[in-house]
């Protein structure tokens, strides 16, 4: 293959990456939605409910960061996310009139949450982990038929 075609074939490999990503983000942000909606009513435990949306809002950040920065390796998206998660958490300390009336809206639980929880620091770092399980195996299903014979 030449220098030409090998640069070609890598930007249709690395576009397709992030459409893959945009998709797995896409589905997390579904079932995290479904999960807080409807999984009480579906019998699951309140624990499930609330540490499972955790732990998809962790995995959501992976790669909301790993779009924006494609070209990180996935330690250090991983890195720059939990630093993120542990962030937000950290911000649900601070209380000022005007947050905490945006935190009981639906947006503002979504995005920010309510209550500080050392709890949802661990369900973030599991769902960034299990993110990049995921982000492996895509890349290694996106990218099996892009191999050239050697």
Do not use: Q
Not at 22 to 35: D, F, H, R, T
Not at 69 to 75: E, V
Not at 126 to 138: E, P
């Amino acid at each position: 293959m030449t220098e030409g075609a090998s640069l070609i074939e890598g930007a249709k490999t690395g576009r397709s990456i992030a459409i893959v990503r945009a998709c797995l983000c896409l589905a997390i942000i579904v079932s995290g939605l479904a999960l807080r909606r409807f999984g009480l009513g579906l019998g699951l435990p309140a624990t499930i409910v609330k540490y499972g949306g955790s732990v998809l809002w962790g995995a959501m950040v992976f790669f909301l960061v790993a779009i924006a920065a494609p070209s990180l390796s996935r330690r250090k998206v991983a890195s720059i996310s939990f630093v993120i998660a542990v962030c937000v958490e950290l911000f649900r300390l601070v209380h000022t009139p005007w947050l905490d009336a945006f935190r009981l809206t639906l947006a503002g639980a979504l995005l920010l949450g309510r209550i500080f929880s050392p709890w949802n620091v661990l369900a973030y770092g599991v769902g960034i982990v299990l993110a990049i399980g995921l982000d492996c195996f895509a890349r290694r299903e996106s990218t099996a038929g892009h191999h050239s014979p050697s």
